[in-house]
């Protein structure tokens, strides 16, 4: 069984503030997805790595996977409230994501 | 929005009862994936079909059942309904039937059993 560990579980910052999320696992994954949710929504695909060492930027967030594809980072610059949500990564093998618990992050004005 | 469509949005039922829950993929999505998330579990992956056949299998009970039909969407079954199984349904898509393929996902179905 494949598991993700993500850390921290929960985050509570202020605007401004910058902040970096885990994802980690003893497996190798052909790629990582991170997503963010919303209480009672779906969750929104932030973006899709799948080589390793590979860096992403997506504005104020900077996605990395590591070098043998078994973790990965979320970095956020400059937090704001509107970052506040779930933050869950997915692994993927095959046909299967397999998603971590998340870590909830909220960010205070 | 992500263009994945599920209804109900909510669902109150008693234990012992049977529901069907329904999603319509994005427009011109083939793979359609169904997910359970719980407080305590996460986001669990039940079951993938890709193009009107099952692909993948995850942690679906034996009580759970899902089709895809030819004009693509999808129907997830459960039947002897228990308290534990309440929680959000979400149903995803994908152009591709590989896990590296973007997944977009609707807006889930809360289903309470009473």
């Known amino acids: 069984t494949q598991l993700l560990e993500q850390s921290p579980q929960f985050l509570s910052i202020q605007e401004g503030e910058n902040l970096t999320v885990y994802c980690n696992s003893s497996?190798?994954?052909?790629?990582l997805q991170w997503y963010r949710q919303e209480p009672g929504e779906g969750p929104v695909l932030l973006v899709t790595?799948?080589?390793?060492?590979e860096v992403k930027k997506l504005k104020r967030l900077t996605f990395q996977f590591g070098d043998a594809r078994k973790d990965s980072s979320l970095h956020i610059t400059a937090a704001q409230p509107g970052d506040t949500g779930l933050y869950l990564c997915?692994?993927?093998?095959?046909?299967?994501?397999?998603f971590g618990k998340g870590t909830l992050l909220t960010v205070n004005p | 929005d992500s263009g994945v469509t599920q209804t109900p949005k909510h669902l109150i039922t008693a234990t012992g009862q049977r529901v069907t829950l329904r999603c319509s993929p994005r427009?011109?999505?083939?793979?359609v994936y169904w997910y359970q998330q719980s407080l305590d579990q996460g986001l669990q992956f039940l079951i993938q079909y890709y193009n009107g056949e099952e692909r993948a299998k995850g942690n679906i009970l034996e009580r759970f059942s899902a089709q895809q039909f030819p004009d693509l969407h999808s129907e997830l079954n459960l039947s002897s309904l228990e308290l534990g199984d309440s929680a959000l349904y979400f149903c995803?898509?994908?152009?591709?039937?590989?896990?590296?393929?973007?997944?977009?996902f609707g807006p889930g179905t809360r289903l309470t059993v009473t």
């Open positions: 997915a692994g993927g093998s095959n046909y299967k994501l397999t």
């Open positions: 427009s011109g999505d083939l793979s």
């Open positions: 995803a898509s994908s152009a591709g039937q590989v896990s590296s393929y973007e997944q977009y």
């Open positions: 790595v799948v080589t390793g060492g």
């Open positions: 497996s190798v994954f052909s790629s």
